[in-house]
């Protein structure tokens, strides 16, 4: 009788260890460094609000020039003003992008075409 609850009770303590390490596997790696982003470009649809506007926020403390594309101007220069005000040395602009509009996808990247020319040579 005892060597059977021995027996549960190793069962017991071993799945309650392996379940320990699995969720704690799952989570990613137990670190707190970020990643350095310096000297890339990122273009974010949506970046004026929302976790457009929050993932802008990291992208730019991590050092990644921004490009934020979306239909409202008034929003995302109001959003940048902000970002802007946070933090003097974030790099961040604004291009007009309306996703229904085709015309305006292609100027859309010609004019990202141009920045990126720009930036490599």
């Known amino acids: 009788m005892f060597f059977e609850l021995g027996i549960l009770l ?7 260890i392996l379940f320990t390490y699995i969720s704690s596997w799952g989570n990613g790696p137990a670190t707190d460094l970020t990643h350095s982003m310096k000297d890339k470009v990122i273009i974010i649809t949506g970046g004026s609000s ?4 929050e993932t802008t926020k990291d992208l730019l403390r991590q050092g990644a020039t921004v490009i934020i594309c979306c239909r409202d101007k008034v929003q ?8 802007q005000n ?5 790099k961040c602009s604004y291009i007009h992008l ?11 990247v ?4 141009k920045i990126m020319v720009k930036l490599i040579y």
């Open 98 to 108: 309306d996703l229904t509009d085709y015309e305006n996808i292609k100027s859309f």
């Open 10 to 16: 190793f069962v017991i303590f071993f799945i309650l």
């Open 110 to 113: 010609e004019k990202i075409k």
């Open 86 to 90: 946070q933090s003097h040395k974030s």
């Open 50 to 53: 929302g976790i457009g506007l």
């Open 76 to 83: 995302a220069i109001k959003a940048i003003n902000t970002i």
